[in-house]
């Protein structure tokens, strides 16, 4: 946290933005159905579950923002590990809900919330652009010992240093 505290004071001096950190999980074996069967077993898009089965000690909850097409929805669990904007329990919950519905390559709720998504993407797009794909980098990728250094990035052209990248 103290680098993201860093970079905000060269934007501007003394700005100290407050922020709320969480945790995603979609990896667990955790399934919610409904009790009398409907909608092929699956509980509603927006059903959150703070209660009985999450930890006594966390501020975790289970959210199952989206439809499933097919087969079973798994809903994500959230870890909420600080949150310095004060949105409490409900607060919380909803505006995860609402983040569900503004990922841009989908016109329905998805499973996590859409900056996830995005960093995803930009993780795999940074890949993509790295032009050191030596043994090093794929052994610093894996997680094994080797050169320490971090993947440099190719040579682009100059007139994409102002442009956006799509999505």
Same mark, same amino acid.
């Given at each position: 946290m103290a680098a993201e505290l860093q970079a905000c004071s060269q934007l501007e001096e003394g700005y100290r933005p407050r922020v709320v950190y969480l945790v995603v999980q979609k990896r667990h074996n955790v399934r919610f159905f409904t009790a009398d069967g409907?909608?092929?077993?699956?509980?509603?898009?927006?059903? =959150? =579950?703070d209660h009985t089965i999450v930890s006594p000690w966390l501020f975790d909850f289970y959210l199952n923002s989206h439809a499933a097409i097919i087969g079973t929805s798994k809903a994500a669990r959230y870890i909420c590990l600080l949150d310095e904007l004060g949105f409490g329990s409900?607060?919380? /919950?909803?505006?995860?809900?609402?983040?569900? *519905?503004? *990922?841009c390559r989908?016109? $329905?709720? @998805?499973s996590i919330v859409a900056p996830v998504y995005y960093a995803h993407l930009l993780a795999f797009r940074a890949r993509r652009l790295s032009d050191? @794909? +030596?043994?090093?980098?794929? +052994?610093? $990728?894996?997680?094994?010992?080797? +050169?320490?250094? @971090?993947? $440099?990035?190719? /040579? *682009?052209?100059? /007139?994409l240093d102002s442009k956006m990248f799509f999505v």
């Amino acid at each position: 946290m103290a680098a993201e505290l860093q970079a905000c004071s060269q934007l501007e001096e003394g700005y100290r933005p407050r922020v709320v950190y969480l945790v995603v999980q979609k990896r667990h074996n955790v399934r919610f159905f409904t009790a009398d069967g409907s909608n092929k077993g699956n509980v509603a898009p927006g059903t =959150v =579950v703070d209660h009985t089965i999450v930890s006594p000690w966390l501020f975790d909850f289970y959210l199952n923002s989206h439809a499933a097409i097919i087969g079973t929805s798994k809903a994500a669990r959230y870890i909420c590990l600080l949150d310095e904007l004060g949105f409490g329990s409900d607060g919380l /919950q909803t505006f995860t809900n609402w983040l569900c *519905y503004l *990922y841009c390559r989908c016109a $329905r709720a @998805v499973s996590i919330v859409a900056p996830v998504y995005y960093a995803h993407l930009l993780a795999f797009r940074a890949r993509r652009l790295s032009d050191d @794909v +030596s043994e090093d980098s794929a +052994s610093l $990728r894996s997680g094994s010992s080797g +050169s320490s250094s @971090v993947p $440099r990035f190719g /040579q *682009y052209a100059p /007139q994409l240093d102002s442009k956006m990248f799509f999505v």
